[in-house]
């Protein structure tokens, strides 16, 4: 069975709506090749090279990525440059690329909601809402189920996102946690924020020196997951929102292949 790609790109649109998307950001349809009926897709966090082999190999007929392909303007396409040697190969190989972004990020039942239920989070709300909106917006906030020490905050981190290397954290290792904040991805300028909010601890990724520095004077505890381990959960996530969409109609694939480009060494 298969579907046209103008019906999946309106299920994608109900699942991860691009206008909730930055006004930088490049979700939506990225390589679009006509109206060829999709029988197969793939899901992946990135676009790498082992995942346009992984398609290739699985015969696939679009790939949904979290991290848009194309983000900045492209005025020729130059085989020895990264994306486009990708996007040759993808359009040689016929496969159809859609991104979601940072719709996903906002979304209901998107990349934070999903790490919010993971943790056990209680009594949801947004931690930087859409102008308008009640629904939608970056991070969220939520209560542990009873008082946790960072360190047992630390701890549920690592074994819910299957984490084995040490992370950077902010914080005293005893101070007792309720509040907790996140922000799947790159979160260090939601620091700011969560501070407002009174939260606990925010969990994120990417947190620079200087964002740091601040929580620690600020007094916000801070748990830096990493970028990818944050946002991993977005394939499963996807990967079953679709499955219960299209009810066997086009069979999805969850990227096996896709890898934390960071060693720790």
Same mark, same amino acid.
């Given at each position: 069975?298969?579907?046209?790609?103008? @019906?999946?790109?309106?299920?994608? !649109?109900?699942?991860?709506?691009?206008?909730?998307?930055? *006004?930088?950001?490049?979700?939506?349809?990225?390589?679009?090749?006509? *109206?060829?009926?999709?029988?197969?897709?793939?899901?992946? /966090?990135?676009? #790498? =090279?082992?995942?346009?082999?992984?398609?290739? !190999?699985?015969?696939?007929?679009?790939?949904?990525?979290?991290?848009?392909?194309? =983000?900045?303007?492209?005025?020729?396409?130059?085989?020895?440059?990264?994306?486009?040697?990708?996007?040759?190969?993808?359009?040689?190989?016929?496969?159809?690329?859609?991104? $979601?972004?940072?719709?996903?990020?906002?979304?209901?039942?998107? !990349?934070?909601?999903?790490?919010?239920?993971?943790?056990?989070?209680?009594?949801?709300?947004?931690?930087?809402?859409?102008?308008?909106?009640?629904? *939608?917006?970056?991070?969220?906030?939520?209560? /542990?189920?009873?008082? @946790?020490? =960072?360190?047992?905050?630390?701890?549920?981190?690592?074994?819910?996102?299957?984490?084995?290397?040490?992370?950077? &954290?902010?914080?005293?290792?005893?101070?007792?946690?309720? @509040?907790?904040?996140? &922000? #799947?991805?790159?979160?260090?300028? $939601?620091?700011?924020?969560?501070?407002?909010?009174? &939260?606990?601890?925010?969990?994120?990724?990417?947190?620079?020196?200087?964002?740091?520095?601040?929580?620690?004077?600020?007094?916000?505890?801070?748990?830096?997951?990493?970028?990818?381990?944050?946002? @991993?959960?977005?394939?499963?996530?996807?990967?079953?929102?679709?499955?219960?969409?299209?009810?066997?109609?086009?069979?999805? /694939?969850?990227?096996?292949?896709?890898?934390?480009?960071?060693? $720790?060494?």
């Amino acid at each position: 069975m298969s579907l046209e790609t103008i @019906k999946l790109i309106s299920i994608f !649109n109900e699942i991860s709506p691009e206008g909730l998307s930055e *006004s930088w950001d490049h979700s939506g349809i990225q390589i679009s090749l006509g *109206s060829k009926s999709i029988a197969k897709i793939l899901v992946s /966090l990135d676009m #790498t =090279f082992d995942v346009v082999n992984e398609a290739i !190999n699985n015969q696939v007929d679009l790939i949904v990525t979290h991290h848009p392909l194309i =983000f900045k303007e492209i005025n020729r396409i130059d085989s020895n440059n990264f994306t486009e040697d990708l996007i040759i190969k993808l359009i040689q190989a016929h496969i159809n690329v859609y991104a $979601m972004h940072t719709s996903f990020d906002k979304v209901k039942d998107g !990349n934070n909601d999903r790490l919010a239920k993971l943790l056990n989070l209680r009594d949801l709300s947004i931690l930087k809402p859409d102008e308008g909106e009640k629904e *939608s917006g970056l991070g969220r906030i939520g209560h /542990l189920v009873g008082l @946790k020490t =960072f360190d047992e905050v630390v701890a549920l981190v690592k074994e819910r996102l299957s984490i084995y290397a040490p992370m950077n &954290c902010v914080g005293n290792p005893k101070a007792l946690i309720s @509040k907790v904040g996140i &922000c #799947t991805g790159s979160g260090g300028s $939601m620091i700011a924020q969560a501070i407002k909010m009174d &939260c606990d601890v925010l969990i994120t990724g990417d947190v620079n020196y200087h964002d740091a520095l601040l929580a620690k004077e600020m007094g916000l505890s801070v748990i830096d997951a990493g970028h990818y381990h944050t946002e @991993k959960i977005f394939v499963k996530n996807v990967a079953d929102q679709l499955k219960n969409r299209l009810q066997n109609k086009v069979e999805i /694939l969850e990227s096996q292949v896709d890898r934390n480009p960071f060693l $720790m060494i």
